[in-house]
């Protein structure tokens, strides 16, 4: 194929002609710049991409004419000539070392001002800066081969010194410091060119001379009004962070130190700019700047820098160097309304501490002495940094979400402050808590954002403080009493509450405390303010402190019972305290439970049971959102509700916020003496309070499936409502099964959905096995697989429907199947109606699903399936007359009807067969790929069988086959050798 699209843009690059009148011409030249632009920019693309087009027979003629249209357009478009430089770069990279070996010598050599009269000197000597600028740029983005890159990088770094070389007289020439605009813009780009090869590499001892131009230039642009305006600080700083920062720097660690010597004078710019902004304003852009390179050489070098700290000889560097990031962290402002430069510092604390803590002990004592200084001035600060503005309302929503962020990265740094200070950081907080609370308490409306930032602070260390630390800790909860609470911003408050909850666990170890922050909690429910901070810090202290709430729980239970019937609660929130209510109950005597149950859950059952039969035509949005509170607060004390020990390695279940929780019960009491007798009594156990809880309300829950089986949502707060009752009741809840498995059923008879699927799985898992319970486990799985079946092929047969529109049912459908088949097979066997094949045949369609949770979980029931098949002789039926499809499918699957991302999956079918059924295998896949243009007509018949052979040979290394399924299906798709191929292959 000839380079045709290479004449054709050169052509076009060549459009230019002169006009007849000055409007005239400057329209031509509008229009041509533009033309001229994407000219230059489609060659440079061909030359990236197609350069296997470019004859080798051309590439002398390629060379000459790209110099010639460079030269042609060294007075512009300026965008124009950057791109035809770009264009070069990638001609040179393709070409070395093997077509043009010395192409960048040769290229120093043309681009002289002797080579090229008729171009001004410094305009010829940007051309060459330009083009070495680039060079490295390219390379690092090129898609090069592996091979082709390390020579190509070799190269490159062999003219190293050259380049240098070069650098060095033009910035150390009268051009740099002129402030003629051509000579500007060369030294801005001989700097550009500077940080763009010290990032492909140049080892450190041979940068010290650059590195002192480097410096000087930054100075000169501070002084230069014209220099300033090009950004050569900027450029220099940006070359010097590239330089100190390559990974190749820490095999010179003499000379690193050096470096820094010489960057640290850069702090008198630092100096200059913070006193213009008294005055006339620095430039704040330009600090941050220097700032980010001083952390960047901190970070890179960390190790180095603790180290030198034992030394006397770069000693006072080295602390020079962390008190300018501690400068600055404490940058004069407000983040982020007139200060962003402070967030800079935040992780190098980090990697600071990181790298004390991993030292030697002799060394570690050594550092903190050293450092504590530091980090209690850097904690001080960070104190003052956190506060909150007085008033917010004039701040955007973007604003606050910044200060949120930084916040949270404030009190990380906490925590890498404790990790040096450890107790000496408590008593700084003790000391600053008591201070900002007698202050407090005079002027509350002036004080309160110091008050405020000291509880954020133990609320950060919270998790890093010691179990048994008794000495600061309780003085710290203790002062929580005397907080002024009414005369308080609610902020304030806020954080007291969530700094309770996050001492949960060290509040358990000293239950004595809890006097003192109880009462602060329950206040909390009555305000809509404090209630989501309040409700979320009484579920950490019940989570962790459950044995000893009994002596709090009256308390607790009646402000619940109020915040909840006061209605100034949220869904969530209403939620969270039925979890609080749940774990509290459990440390009460039974009989208590069952009043209290009485108490606060009657009048939500009478409400469910109203909002079902509220309407008799179609339900309503509030009444959903009714039903929908309702449920999830029940689930949610279902599944904490909990009177029994549980066993180390029963696991509590999840009860996050974000997951299905649900409503209560009432008309208990009665029934608690006549159901004691029939459930599992003969022990002398008592019942869980939630079978009587989950007694009343399953009536109520086959009326909501009734009216309700249509909405999704409601249809999965009545499964999670049920799990978790399944899952705290365990074998108390047998005389409710047949009860609870006609609503799964009926539920997903009316409407196949997956969270009932999931809830059937559950049934499953624990009874599969119960002989007394097994006639129902196998009706339940029998119908399920029926309806499911039913309603996948009857949907499909409708017009502008497909499987794709039962993806999510088919995931937990096959993901149900393959966990029932692995755990108690003969669910599938014993019992009858289940069809096996139409399971088996259904599995076979979906794997050419484009979903992939729907294929995995479809691949993992088959694989199962075949796997299972040599035990089970009526697995074995279904395999030997299905596997046939199954194999057809798996290779249209493989040939392009199916992603790429699932092919992963499919290949553990193949080699579960392979395993298992390698006679048959190798029978239907010799018919399959005998078949004219089956899977592909792009796949040639030694291909096909080349794929066969590598398939049979691999019955144990999963990786091999997905590497030989992977590479197949790239013939198949006619993707082998493109770059899409290779840049995609790493996301599948």
């Known amino acids: 194929m000839h380079f045709d699209l290479y004449y054709t843009v050169k052509t076009r690059l060549s459009v230019v002609r002169p006009a007849s009148t000055t409007k005239q011409r400057a329209i031509n030249l509008w229009e041509s710049a533009e033309v001229q632009f994407f000219a230059a920019t489609t060659l440079h693309t061909k030359l990236v991409k197609s350069w296997h087009q470019v004859p080798p027979e051309e590439y002398g003629s390629l060379k000459k004419q790209l110099l010639e249209a460079i030269a042609s357009y060294c007075v512009g478009p300026k965008i124009v000539l950057n791109r035809l430089c770009i264009a070069l770069s990638a001609y040179v990279l393709h070409t070395l070392p093997v077509h043009w070996p010395n192409a960048v010598p040769e290229l120093m050599a043309t681009l002289q001002p002797s080579n090229l009269p008729n171009i001004p000197p410094e305009k010829t000597a940007w051309i060459l800066l330009e083009i070495l600028t680039v060079l490295p740029e390219e390379f690092q983005s090129s898609h090069l081969t592996h091979t082709q890159k390390g020579l190509v990088r070799s190269e490159l770094q062999r003219n190293v010194p050259q380049v240098l070389s070069l650098l060095e007289n033009i910035l150390a020439s009268d051009t740099a410091t002129s402030d003629s605009e051509t000579a500007v813009e060369v030294t801005r780009q001989a700097v550009c060119c500077a ?35 090009i950004g050569l600080a900027e450029s220099a700083l940006d070359a010097l962070t590239n330089m100190a920062t390559h990974p190749d720097t820490h095999k010179y660690p003499s000379t690193c130190l050096r470096l820094l010597a010489k960057l640290l004078p850069l702090q008198q710019i630092i100096q200059v700019q913070q006193q213009r902004n008294l005055t006339e304003g620095g430039d704040q852009e330009l600090v941050a700047s220097i700032y980010s ?25 080295v602390l020079q160097l962390i008190q300018l990031i501690l400068q600055c962290s404490n940058s004069p402002g407000v983040y982020p309304i007139n200060e ?13 501490q990181d790298d004390i803590i991993a030292s030697e002990p002799e060394q570690f004592h050594l550092y903190v002495a050293l450092l504590s200084p530091v980090y209690r001035t850097l904690a001080e600060v960070m104190l003052h940094k956190s506060m909150l503005p007085a008033v917010e309302d004039s701040w955007s929503s973007e604003e ?8 949270q990265d ?39 954002r110091s008050l405020e930032s000291c509880l954020h602070a133990f609320q950060a260390i919270a998790e890093c403080v010691d179990i048994d630390e008794s000495r600061h800790l309780p003085r710290f909860l203790e002062a929580l009493r005397r907080l002024p609470y009414h005369h308080l911003d609610t902020r304030v408050v806020i954080t007291a509450l969530e700094a309770v909850g996050a001492y949960a666990e060290w509040i358990n170890a000293h239950p004595s405390v809890l006097s003192h922050v109880v009462p602060l909690l329950v206040t909390g429910l009555g305000s809509s303010d404090l209630a989501p901070s309040a409700t979320m810090a009484l579920k950490d202290l019940t989570r962790d402190c459950q044995t000893s709430m009994a002596p709090f729980a009256h308390h607790i ?25 749940g774990r509290v109950l459990a440390v009460l005597p039974v009989d208590n439970i069952m009043n209290y149950l009485n108490q606060l859950l009657m009048p939500y059952v009478e409400e469910l049971q109203y909002l079902v039969t509220l309407e008799a035509s179609k339900p309503s949005a509030v009444a959903k959102a009714g039903i929908l509170l309702r449920l999830k607060m029940l689930s949610m004390l279902f599944a904490t509700l909990d009177i029994k020990p549980r066993t180390e390695s029963e696991v509590e279940p999840d009860v996050s916020e974000g997951s299905d929780m649900g409503t209560c019960t009432a008309g208990i009491a009665s029934q608690q003496r006549t159901q004691q007798q029939s459930v599992g009594s003969s022990n002398n156990e008592q019942v869980q309070p939630v079978f009587f809880v989950l007694q009343r309300i399953l009536p109520v829950m086959q009326a909501i499936v009734e009216k ?23 074998d108390d809840c047998r005389p409710l099964v047949p009860e609870m498995l006609e609503l799964l059923v009926k539920s997903y008879r009316l409407q196949p959905y997956p969270a009932a699927l999931d809830l059937a799985r559950q049934f499953l898992v624990m009874y599969g096995r119960d002989r007394c319970q097994l006639p129902l486990m196998e009706s339940l799985l029998r119908e399920l697989c029926a309806i499911t079946i039913l309603a996948c092929s009857s949907n499909t047969s409708t017009p502008g429907t497909s499987l794709s529109d039962h993806a999510d049912l088919l995931e937990a459908f096959f993901n149900l199947l393959a966990q029932i088949l692995k755990k108690t097979p003969q669910l599938f066997v014993s019992g009858e109606g289940i069809d096996l094949t139409a399971l088996f045949q259904c599995g076979i369609m979906t794997l050419s699903l484009p979903e992939a949770p729907a294929v995995k979980s479809a691949t993992s029931f088959l694989v199962t399936f075949v796997s299972q098949s040599r035990e089970l002789p009526q697995l074995l039926v279904v395999v030997q007359a299905c596997g046939e499809a199954l194999v057809q499918r798996l290779l249209r699957c493989i040939g392009g009807d199916s992603p790429r991302s699932v092919l992963e999956h499919l290949s553990e079918i193949l080699l579960a067969m392979n395993k298992k059924h390698c006679d048959n295998l190798c029978r239907w896949l010799q018919q399959a790929v005998h078949q004219d243009g089956f899977p592909s007509p792009r796949a040639s018949r030694e291909q096909k069988e080349q794929f066969v052979k590598m398939v049979l040979k691999e019955r144990a290394n999963k990786r091999k086959l997905q590497e030989t399924v992977r590479e197949f299906s790239l013939i198949c798709r006619g993707l082998v050798g493109t770059d899409y191929a290779a840049h995609s292959s790493l996301s599948f």
């Open 340 to 352: 962003n430069t402070s967030q800079l510092a935040l992780g190098f604390w980090y990697i600071l």
């Open 708 to 730: 309700w089986y249509t909405d999704t949502h409601v249809m999965q707060a009545v499964c999670s409502a049920v799990k978790h009752a399944l899952a705290t009741l365990l």
């Open 400 to 407: 606050k979400e910044q200060l949120r962020c930084y916040r």
């Open 293 to 317: 390179l001083f952390i960047s050489v901190a970070e890179s070098h960390s190790r180095l820098l603790l180290d030198s700290l034992l030394s006397d000889e770069d000693k006072n560097n």
């Open 195 to 229: 940080g763009s090869w010290l990032q492909l590499g140049v080892p450190l001892p041979d940068c010290e001379k650059l590195a002192d131009h480097l410096v000087a230039s930054v100075f000169t642009s501070t002084a230069s009004p014209q220099h300033h305006q």
């Open 557 to 581: 239970l009646q402000a619940s019972q109020e915040a909840l019937r006061g209605e100034k609660l949220k869904l969530g929130e209403c939620v969270r305290l039925m979890y609080t209510v």
């Open 410 to 448: 404030i009190a990380d740094t906490m925590m890498y402050c404790y990790s040096i200070l450890r107790d000496n950081l408590l008593e700084l907080l003790h000391g600053k808590l008591e201070e900002a609370l007698e202050k407090c308490n005079s002027d509350p409306r002036t004080w309160w």
